[in-house]
């Protein structure tokens, strides 16, 4: 398993959708994960840190999976400026943060 | 006062040529780093400085070599540029070892 897997998408959803992206990690050890979010062109900027079993701000919800290894981040309500690259970071070990290839969403009017 | 701050933010340049890369942070943190993310988006670490001290180098070419003056400021000279460098460089800080990362704008290097 690759350190970190993200489904690359694109995920094209209508305005007010919910959408879910999965990102599986291979290091049972890491305690933090992090969801970024990277617009077309820019730097990624940091969304949300989950650090037990979930995280909630707002419309967006992340959850980790210990047992299986995988975090999710659930986006309710789906906005036009939702629209991006949303990649997810996992601590692993000694090194710094690994980044996915990211998850790209599309959200339509 | 941008928290992180990269210059150039372009740099167009032939194969061969050196150029450099700088990076500052006014947020007081100790570790620096910078990322390669590559034409498929991949964004990949290459260096990690805590405190002026060298802590990550992942199989980075020694064509590569970053410089830290402080703590605050992190420098990337790169030799020789091949083709294959194009990319965008990102800078970032953090707190602590490996904590949330603060990126810069990102450096668009174009080597022809």
């Known amino acids: 398993r690759k350190e970190v897997e993200q489904d690359p998408g694109p995920f094209n959803v209508p305005e007010g959708a919910t959408v879910a992206f999965n990102c599986t990690y291979s290091n049972s050890a890491s305690q933090s994960f992090f969801w970024y979010r990277q617009d077309c062109r820019k730097e990624p900027k940091l969304l949300m840190s989950?650090?037990?079993s979930g995280n909630e701000d707002g419309r967006f919800t992340a959850q980790l999976n210990r047992a299986s290894q995988y975090i999710s981040l659930l986006i309710r309500d789906s906005k036009l400026s939702d629209s991006a690259t949303y990649l997810c970071v996992v601590p692993s070990g000694n090194t710094p943060l690994v980044f996915g290839k990211g998850t790209r969403l599309s959200v339509i009017a | 006062d941008t928290a992180v701050s990269q210059t150039p933010k372009y740099l167009v340049t032939q194969m061969g040529n050196d150029k450099s890369i700088k990076c500052e942070q006014n947020l007081g943190h100790d570790t620096m780093y910078w990322y390669k993310q590559d034409s498929k988006k991949f964004l990949k670490i290459m260096f990690s400085y805590n405190n002026k001290e060298l802590i990550i180098n992942e199989t980075v070419p020694n064509r590569f070599s970053p410089k830290s003056p402080d703590k605050a400021h992190l420098n990337l000279h790169i030799n020789s540029l091949e083709l294959g460098d194009s990319a965008v460089y990102f800078c970032?800080?953090?707190?602590?070892?490996?904590?949330?990362?603060?990126f810069g704008e990102g450096s668009r290097l174009t080597v022809l």
């Open positions: 970032a800080s953090s707190v602590r070892r490996f904590g949330e990362l603060f």
């Open positions: 989950v650090y037990s």
